[in-house]
């Protein structure tokens, strides 16, 4: 593999694990929050009961090895870009604006 390649994959990774996900997880917080005031958190944590430790576990390596440097501000903080369909498949209607004018599913 070339250095220009590595360069470019490394720079793609840091697009997707700071920037991407950073800002996704901050829209999650925003709108889960107004959505769900008094238990927004435990609405982000619903569709992952069962691997909630697995989760939670990947944050901490993700945090150990230096890939993630921001600090937790709340739970959602680490759900990983892995995680981000799931919850967008549970709570569409909170977290996908509606456009005008149309009837479709907003999952599409």
């Excluded at 996900?21 to 238990?39: E, S, Y």
């Excluded at 009961?49 to 501000?73: F, H, I, Q, S, Y």
């Excluded at 759900?79 to 004018?101: H, K, R």
């Amino acid at each position: 593999m070339s250095a220009a390649t590595v360069d470019n994959l490394a720079l793609c990774y840091q697009g997707i694990q700071r920037d991407y996900r950073n800002t996704v997880i901050g829209h999650i917080r925003a709108n889960l929050q107004k959505a769900f005031p008094q238990d927004y958190l435990e609405k982000a944590k619903r569709p992952f009961l069962r691997e909630w430790d697995e989760v939670n576990a990947a944050a901490e390596e993700r945090r150990r090895t230096g890939e993630l440097e921001a600090p937790l501000v709340d739970d959602i903080d680490v759900l990983g870009v892995n995680n981000f369909f799931n919850l967008f498949d549970s709570y569409a209607e909170q977290l996908i604006p509606a456009t005008a004018g149309t009837q479709d599913d907003p999952r599409k």
